[in-house]
């Protein structure tokens, strides 16, 4: 692992990881990687869940990774993979809430109402996220803060020299700064709005 995501989804996680994979860090492992290999992917974040992770295995045939359920365990990160350099993708707390309370808020919450297939998936998301003390029903200032404190950690835990704090807004060049990179001759990715969202969890139910 090259590059390891520290920020809570809905922070451009996705565009991140075109972004690292058109750079040439991929493949990029993101929660989609999960919904995409339910049998396989789950267990492995249960085990890290219950503090027996296998790193790994569990992103065997991956150069990063970024967005949840990565983003939770950044500290266990920092210390398997010395060698990694972490991004905090981040956006306005204000902002970031609103995002999250009617996206993965949603889907999380509705878990016990979900599709069979899917509950197994949505009990680990639960788990992650409370993880970053992000729970159920919590109001947009209890986000807010919750996101705050998620990156004050992350600041705190991950030495400066191997930390970029990023928002997608930025473009290219800090990203490709940091990686030791050539800019592309082409905008920075822009996708996973509210509605593509949505699109990605039907596909994989």
């Known amino acids: 692992m090259k590059v390891i995501g520290a920020g809570l989804g809905r922070t451009g996680t996705y565009s991140l990881k075109a972004a690292l ?6 493949p990029c492992y993101h929660m989609e990687s999960v919904l995409h290999d339910m049998p396989l992917r789950v267990p492995h974040w249960n085990d890290a869940l219950a503090g027996r992770a296998d790193w790994a295995a569990l992103f065997e045939g991956f150069n990063s990774a970024v967005d949840w359920p990565t983003a939770s365990f950044y500290r266990e990160l920092s210390a398997a993979l010395p060698d990694a350099r972490f991004i905090l993708s981040t956006r306005s707390p204000d902002s970031w809430a ?7 808020a ?3 919450a509705d878990r016990a109402n979900a599709p069979e297939p899917m509950q197994a998936w949505l009990d680990m998301a639960h788990s ?4 970053c003390a992000v729970h159920d029903n919590m109001s947009d200032a209890a986000l807010a803060q919750a996101f ?15 930390l970029l704090v990023f928002e997608a807004k930025q473009g290219w060049a800090p990203l490709c700064d940091f990686l030791g990179v050539d800019v592309p001759d082409e905008p920075y990715p822009r996708t996973n709005d509210r509605s593509e969202f949505w699109e990605l969890v039907e596909k994989g139910q």
Do not use: Q
Request: hydrophobic residues 40%; positive net charge.
């Open 106 to 108: 949603k889907l999380v």
């Open 148 to 162: 705050m404190t998620h990156e004050a950690s992350v600041k705190a835990t991950i030495p400066a020299e191997r």
């Open 128 to 131: 992650v996220t409370a993880r």
């Open 21 to 26: 994979e058109r750079l040439g860090f991929g």
């Open 98 to 104: 609103a995002s999250y309370g009617s996206t993965i």
